[in-house]
């Protein structure tokens, strides 16, 4: 089983978020990266999960500069075989996913996993894409995936319940909570990792649809009011008058 999965450097979620050049550039200065959750947690784990039942091999490819090698490390170091890192600035996500779909035509993946999301992002769309631009089977957000020679079983929640579905390998599917339990990687893994092959390919031309104009910080929470629990009116009062909830 030849499985490629797509995992991306993202801020780990403690960083304090700021913004550059007109509030038009995210500040990647005193930011510690991790590589995103979604990708390593479920995708990279459940990867390796079925290499190990059914042999076969685990490649990792990230669109990204050499800042990205310290993470790819880690996906290494946890058990991928190999990596593959694009040497491009991630653009947006279909310049992501035309560089990933372009290096993989060829190579013959049984599947193509990736997190649902970014945790920095959160445009759920690099899957999808490399989906369409493949012509393969999309299965998307699924919490479970078992292998069964050449056909998949998935499931996924849905409104009011869970959905089951099957599809015939080759597919690319994107990992949501519940795929598979976080590895933390062992000493043997991490000195393995520094000899195993990471493979750095120049990007194909391709443009980005998406432009960034400016980003803006949520609005910071207000205080929280406690109401005497025997002040009914005043709560009912606040609640349509400040909440304007009800």
Not at 64 to 90: F, N, Q, T
Not at 100 to 113: P, Q, R, T
Not at 165 to 179: C, I, Q, T
Request: glycine share 8%.
């Amino acid at each position: 089983m030849k499985i490629l999965v797509a995992i991306s450097k993202a801020p780990d979620t403690t960083s304090k978020i700021s913004f550059t050049e007109g509030n038009s550039k995210f500040n990647e200065a005193g930011v510690q990266f991790i590589i995103n959750p979604y990708d390593e947690w479920y995708a990279l784990v459940r990867g390796l999960e079925l290499k190990e039942a059914n042999g076969g091999s685990v490649t990792t490819i990230t669109v990204g500069g050499a800042d990205a090698d310290p993470i790819i490390r880690k996906a290494l170091a946890i058990g991928a075989d190999d990596a593959v890192r694009i040497d491009a600035e991630p653009k947006d996500a279909y310049f992501v996913a035309t560089q990933i779909s372009e290096y993989a035509k060829d190579k013959g993946y049984d599947m193509i996993l990736v997190g649902k999301e970014t945790v920095d992002y959160n445009g759920s769309q690099v899957g999808g894409l490399i989906a369409g631009m493949m012509d393969m089977p999309y299965l998307p957000s699924a919490s479970k995936l078992d292998v069964n020679g050449n056909v998949a079983t998935f499931e996924r929640e849905v409104q009011g319940g869970e959905e089951v579905l099957e599809a015939e390998l080759p597919f690319v599917l994107s990992a949501a909570k519940g795929m598979a339990e976080q590895r933390i990687p062992n000493m043997r893994g991490i000195m393995a990792a520094r000899t195993k092959k990471l493979e750095v390919v120049p990007a194909v031309e391709a443009d980005a649809l998406t432009e960034i104009i400016e980003y803006s910080l949520p609005e910071a929470k207000s205080a929280v009011r406690l109401i005497d629990a025997e002040n009914v009116e005043q709560l009912v009062e606040l609640l349509h008058t400040e909440a304007k909830v009800i």
